[in-house]
């Protein structure tokens, strides 16, 4: 069963300052990977989308790059400002022999940056 | 609409109480996903439907619930006998074939608290 680990679950960093967020998984065999972000109390934004053969994207200051061999993505957010305050989630879609491309999501990143 | 719609925003229900969740995905989108998201925790899969049927129910958490999407585009998740364990939020996601991006739009959610 594929299982989805995002460290750290919580990070304060002052406003301006490049930060890197992390998410591991166990099973390699994926079809691609989706960064989102959740705001409280709202629904999940979608990032970032990194097909399996690929090995990063790139959206304004934001940049996610996919290992797949080692199970690991990362979500570099440069220059950060008090506006990308919220949670950010990992999540993975299977290869799967139907159309099903249900994800296993992490658990988040919780982030707050300082003014 | 633009993009995943769903209502009620929130529901309060009493427990044992019946409830029914709409969901609204992207106008032409086959796949329409259910999650159910604890608190601090990442969302985790319900259901999967492909136009009209209902392909995956491997999540659903008792025969308390139940879903349905008999047009192949409005669903509705209806929970029977509502303990608190059901609070959560419940989210929709759609996608579509677009070649192989198979990139998932969630709705805002319903935030369902039973008492």
């Known amino acids: 069963k594929q299982e989805v680990t995002q460290i750290p679950a919580a990070l304060s960093v002052p406003e301006g300052e490049n930060l890197v967020l992390n998410c591991s998984f166990t099973d390699s065999a994926i079809y691609n990977l989706q960064w989102f972000r959740q705001d409280p109390g709202k629904g999940l934004t979608s990032l970032l989308l990194i097909q399996s053969s690929q090995r990063e994207q790139t959206s304004g200051r934001l940049n996610a790059s996919l290992d797949k061999s080692s199970g690991r993505s990362t979500l570099y957010i440069a220059a950060s400002q008090p506006g990308d305050s919220a949670t950010y989630l990992c999540?993975?879609?299977?290869?799967?022999?139907?159309?099903?491309?249900?994800?296993?999501f992490g658990s988040g990143t919780q982030l707050t940056v300082l003014p | 609409g633009a993009g995943v719609s769903q209502s009620p925003r929130y529901k309060v229900a009493k427990r044992g109480q019946d409830v029914a969740l709409r969901c609204d995905p992207i106008s032409g989108h086959v796949s329409l996903f259910w999650y159910q998201q604890a608190l601090g925790q990442g969302p985790e899969f319900l259901t999967y439907?492909?136009?009209?049927?209902?392909?995956?129910k491997s999540g659903l958490p008792s025969d308390r619930f139940f879903a349905e999407r008999p047009e192949g585009s409005v669903s509705t998740l209806k929970i029977q006998r509502t303990q608190q364990e059901d609070s959560a939020v419940y989210l929709c996601?759609?996608?579509?074939?677009?070649?192989?991006?198979?990139?998932?739009?969630f709705g805002q959610g319903t935030r369902l608290t039973v008492v």
């Open positions: 439907f492909q136009n009209e049927a209902q392909l995956d």
């Open positions: 999540a993975v879609g299977p290869i799967s022999s139907g159309s099903a491309r249900q994800l296993t």
């Open positions: 996601a759609s996608s579509g074939y677009r070649g192989s991006d198979t990139e998932a739009f």
